[in-house]
């Protein structure tokens, strides 16, 4: 079973990024960016986990001047072991560039499985369903859309038996692939699929810290080329109450 997983893991990680993402040498731009983000876990023991989050967002190596601030309230809802249902309200204030500014609503519902969640290891399969709806400067482009990500994931304490236990240096990696039925949305960044690896580290039963580095294509439209390369460090705290 484990190492079954192990090979469908792999062949899955290289799959999404790989063979999807065509990029054309000659329209591929790239971009360096920054997330700074805080979030704070409230458990009422009784298998509700509620949380609030606050992130930054931004381009640091481009003249377009990208930066999104992000505020999200949820909940997460152990159903049975290793099955979770969640589900989270976010809303969006962002500039595209100098002259295009973007205000979005998006209510997100998820399930989230482990499919190995034993000693050190955990395999987990998160898919989300986004609604989209989204507010531009110019007003005759605002819109919905339905957007679904599908996530494939991995976490290996490095330091402890458990990714849970206080000073748990933990090992993260996942790929997450962006689908968009509706070729309407003309936005940077909508359609995507990347690549994850980072470090998290457990310093206490109330905090915790993480840092990510995202490999990210993207293309503003489906239907195009993936023409724009991300690579994006993510900076993480949370507290947990």
Known sequence: MFRSSVIWFGFYFLTCFFVPT???????RGSGQL????????????NFVIRGKLEYQTEYDS??????????FGADYLLIPNLELNGVLQGFST?????????????????????????????YNHLKFEWRQIYLSTAEL????????????????LTQKNPSMNKSLNLLIWTEAFFVKEDKEK???SNRVRLVCG???????????AMTYYRQRSRNQIGESFESQENILRLKATCYL
């Open 22 to 28: 065509k990029v054309e040498a000659q329209d591929s």
């Open 35 to 46: 997330w700074l983000a805080g979030e704070v876990k409230y458990n009422t023991k009784s």
């Open 63 to 72: 003249d377009d001047q990208w930066n999104s601030w992000i505020i999200g």
């Open 95 to 123: 500039n595209e560039n100098d002259t295009l500014s973007k205000r979005e609503l998006r209510p997100v519902l998820g399930i989230k499985f482990d499919f190995i969640n034993k000693g050190r290891f955990i395999f």
């Open 142 to 157: 605002n819109s919905g859309s339905l957007r679904v990500r599908e996530q494939l994931g991995m976490t290996m304490a």
């Open 187 to 189: 936005e940077r960044f």
């Open 199 to 209: 470090l998290s580290y457990r310093l206490s039963d109330q905090w915790k810290i």
